[in-house]
């Protein structure tokens, strides 16, 4: 039972131009989200994240937004660069408990081309 | 500032062995999750250790188990290796109750032939 699902195993973008990545989510629990960044033989490199009491979040080139009614979040990297190439994770978490756990999708490849 | 470090970065092991991962979390940071990464999906997360005890685990079966060190380091053991446990194994770190997002590690390599 995938909880987070990241449909679009793969992206391919021009240098220069938007690159955006969807994330859908099923538990309503979910009350806080992230997405990470994993380049090859890395560990997952913390992005930007969002608390569902807000619906955008900016962080330079990187904007999070999530849509609760549609249990949906995108990132949109704006510019592109070829250094954002990589797997992005979108993951989710319940802080009931405050345990924080994190439910990842599969990732999303992006491949940036010069 | 450190950041989180996992020892060692590749392993190979028999199916039936046991092994023994390790972590340190980041400088600061007091609480320590484990992760499976098997090739092509996301971390699944095994269990989260605060203050020496396991506060939090997910679905993964006896043979995965902790320890928390008073430094807050940890260590991540697996019995009776299936060949099913290859995977990147990810250690994750935070502090407790201030912050949701967490600190990876790069992560130990594991084999199991």
């Known amino acids: 039972d995938q909880q987070v699902k990241q449909n679009s195993p793969s992206l391919s973008v021009q240098e220069g131009r938007i690159s955006i990545l969807n994330c859908d989510y099923t538990?309503?629990?979910?009350?806080?989200f992230l997405w990470y960044k994993k380049y090859p033989a890395e560990g997952p490199t913390f992005l930007i994240s969002?608390?569902?009491?807000?619906d955008k979040n900016e962080d330079g080139r990187f904007t999070v937004f999530l849509n609760k009614s549609a249990k949906h979040l995108s990132l949109h990297i704006v510019p592109s660069q070829p250094g954002d190439s990589a797997v992005y994770f979108c993951a989710a978490s319940n802080s009931g408990g405050s345990n924080y756990k994190l439910t990842f999708g599969k990732g999303t490849l992006l491949t940036v081309n010069p | 500032d450190a950041g989180v470090t996992q020892s060692p970065t590749h392993l190979i092991k028999t199916r039936g062995q046991q092994v023994t991962l390790r972590c340190s979390p980041k400088?600061?940071?007091?609480?320590v999750s484990w992760y499976q990464q098997a090739l092509g999906q996301g971390p699944q997360f095994i269990f989260q250790y605060y203050e020496e005890e396991e506060r939090q685990r997910g679905n993964f079966p006896d043979r995965f188990s902790g320890h928390q060190f008073p430094n807050y380091s940890s260590e991540l053991n697996v019995n009776a290796l299936l060949l099913g446990d290859s995977a990147l194994y990810l250690c994750?770190?935070?502090?407790?109750?201030?912050?949701?997002?967490?600190?990876f590690g790069p992560g130990t390599r594991l084999t199991v032939t």
């Open positions: 969002i608390s569902s009491i807000k």
């Open positions: 400088s600061g940071h007091d609480t």
């Open positions: 538990n309503s629990m979910f009350d806080y």
């Open positions: 994750a770190s935070r502090l407790q109750g201030i912050r949701y997002e967490q600190y």
